[in-house]
């Protein structure tokens, strides 16, 4: 259960929204408002079946336009850090679902946006639970990260006795996003070596509902593993958080495709160019390239944006030109004006960038 304490945390602190289930009656709803506690986080709990799609911001004439009015507990949200908690979250009809859907996809509440540091966060339980239950329609399911709430009898009677303690999870640190694109290579390098593990729609029914691989959610995924790398947490917690995302299977397989490549680490070779030699595989030599200028994209300074362009030269010339090439335009996105210009780096990708009209 911990585990699901530490996934469900972690996950509010990168700000990916995230879908706890498990039966009910067993502390969901507790654990969130735990965490919100020891946050520090304002934590609205917004129950749907009680609800109407208008209360989330219902039309109203606006100087002769049909605008939109905000609910009062949305300006408490977005005074400061805090948490926007669906519960019950399967019992809300289809209707309320599509209102919920411009909340949880675009942050919009009537006419004002979430800001950036409030979290979303749905419990609720399986339809086994729950006969009024109704399923998750997949657009909804694919903008979840998805966890499975499971009771644990002596865990409940150990604090029933000795009283409920307040849940302990890892802090993730201020700098985490700076992991993000790295863990995007991967996760990119890994589609070039299964392009058909980047999308997979559920064909059963049942799946709908929960978990499944698609651009979108592959992103969460990254956000969420550039979270645990930061906060420094076990593979198993990073694994659940990945999977509940993009479901199981295609979680397994990109963390032992990333076991069995063991990448080396992008800055040996920012700091000495010269170590760098292409990898034998496409799909390697594309992981360690786009985790090369991800770093240097995360931490810019002249002398790092220099270096990656001997590394992405040296790959060019040992016959990884096509592959260098993507990263290559990665690092000229960069919008910064007061860049050295890589001349004499520049060369071998001259004439293939010129074609792309860069």
């Known amino acids: 259960m911990n585990n699901v304490v530490s996934a469900e945390a972690i996950a509010i602190q990168a700000g990916v929204p995230v879908l706890v289930m498990g039966p009910p009656g067993t502390g969901k709803t507790a654990l969130t408002l735990g965490i919100g506690k020891k946050l520090d986080r304002y934590t609205h709990v917004f129950i749907g079946s009680i609800h109407e799609p208008g209360d989330l911001g219902f039309p109203s004439p606006d100087d002769g336009q049909l605008g939109y009015l905000t609910p009062k507990f949305v300006n408490k949200l977005n005074e400061k850090p805090s948490i926007l908690f669906f519960d019950e979250f399967p019992t809300c009809t289809p209707m309320m679902q599509n209102g919920l859907l411009r909340v949880v996809c675009e942050r919009w509440v009537g006419d004002t946006q979430l800001k950036e540091f409030v979290s979303i966060v749905a419990a609720g339980n399986p339809s086994e639970y729950n006969a009024g239950a109704y399923e998750l329609s997949m657009p909804m399911a694919n903008r979840f990260c998805h966890l499975t709430w499971e009771f ?35 996760i990119a390098a890994f589609g070039k070596h299964r392009p058909a593990m980047l999308l997979q729609l559920p064909k059963e029914e049942i799946s709908k509902s929960g978990a499944w691989a698609s651009p979108r959610s592959w992103e969460m995924g990254a956000t969420l593993e550039a979270a645990c790398t930061a906060a420094r947490v076990g593979n198993e917690i990073k ?22 490549q063991d990448l080396p680490d992008p800055e040996i070779f920012i700091r000495d160019p010269l170590k760098f030699t292409l990898p034998e595989r496409q799909d390697i030599q594309f992981a360690v390239l786009a985790s090369v200028a991800a770093a240097v994209m995360a931490r810019l300074t002249d002398d790092r944006y220099l270096n990656a362009w001997k590394v992405l030269e040296r790959a060019a010339n040992q016959g990884g030109l ?24 520049l060369k071998p990708f001259e004439r293939i960038l010129k074609k792309a009209g860069v």
């Not at 409920?164 to 992991?179: A, C, T």
């Not at 694994?239 to 069995?260: N, Q, S």
Request: aromatic letters at 10%; a negative charge.
């Open 152 to 186: 644990n009898y002596e865990e409940w009677t150990i604090a029933a006795v000795a009283g409920w303690p307040e849940p302990s999870f890892p802090i993730v640190p201020k700098n985490w996003q700076v992991g993000k694109s790295a863990s995007m290579a991967r």
């Open 239 to 260: 694994m659940m958080l990945v999977a509940g995302c993009v479901g199981t299977g295609p979680a397994l397989e990109y963390f032992a495709w990333c076991k069995d």
């Open 322 to 345: 096509d592959v260098a090439v993507v990263a290559a335009r990665s690092l000229l996105s960069i919008d910064k004006e007061d860049l050295p210009l890589p001349l004499e780096e």
